[in-house]
């Protein structure tokens, strides 16, 4: 499948990485260049470096909303679908319902609980016993677009924001590659 890959941080690799292997990724889409720690250094996001590692075209916006350039790049490059993960940005409809099989993003928790951009952090302040990923149809509203996979994850005394959230970025590469082709299929 011929897809555009979103993401920014960290639990976007795995995912990113899992992908590659078994897709045509035609472009990565991360946040640009930021300045990071106590002496301002500019440094690419995990995703962009991951990308450039495995050769992949790395597109970096200012802005997604309101950019004609960057829609009409992501118009003539032709992807079947989209895959947001851990993007950061908000995604306008006209981006959302571009490729044929519109955009599938990768959240967190079991939504409907923990929508926005905290879920894993929720989930261990409230002392959950279990959380898990959904893979949803994405739409204008947060986090409420019609869902295609879900599966739960439990979590374990010991887990902390960083061990949870590698677990579940895993997790969730395995699921999104396990139901893609039965996605674009119908």
Do not use: C, W
Request: net charge negative; proline share 5%; glycine share 6%.
């Amino acid at each position: 499948m011929k897809i555009i890959f979103f993401g920014t941080s960290n639990v976007a690799l795995p995912v990113l990485e899992n992908l590659s292997h078994e897709h045509q990724i035609l472009a990565v889409v991360t946040a640009p260049d930021a300045r990071v720690g106590r002496n301002q250094e500019i440094k690419e996001s995990p995703v962009s470096v991951l990308a450039k590692e495995i050769e992949l075209s790395v597109l970096k916006p200012e802005k997604v909303k309101g950019n004609p350039e960057f829609l009409k790049q992501l118009t003539d490059l032709g992807a079947e679908i989209f895959i947001v993960v851990s993007y950061g940005k908000i995604l306008p409809k006209e981006i959302i319902n571009l490729p044929k099989y519109k955009t599938l993003n990768l959240h967190f928790s079991l939504l409907p609980k923990y929508r926005g951009a905290s879920p894993i952090q929720f989930a261990l302040l409230n002392g959950d016993k279990e959380t898990g990923i959904t893979i949803f149809i994405l739409d204008e509203k947060m986090d409420t677009g019609p869902i295609v996979a879900q599966e739960t994850a439990l979590i374990d005394a010991d887990d902390n924001f960083l061990s949870l959230s590698q677990k579940l970025a895993f997790q969730s590469a395995k699921l999104l590659l396990s139901i893609l082709s039965g996605y674009a299929d119908g």
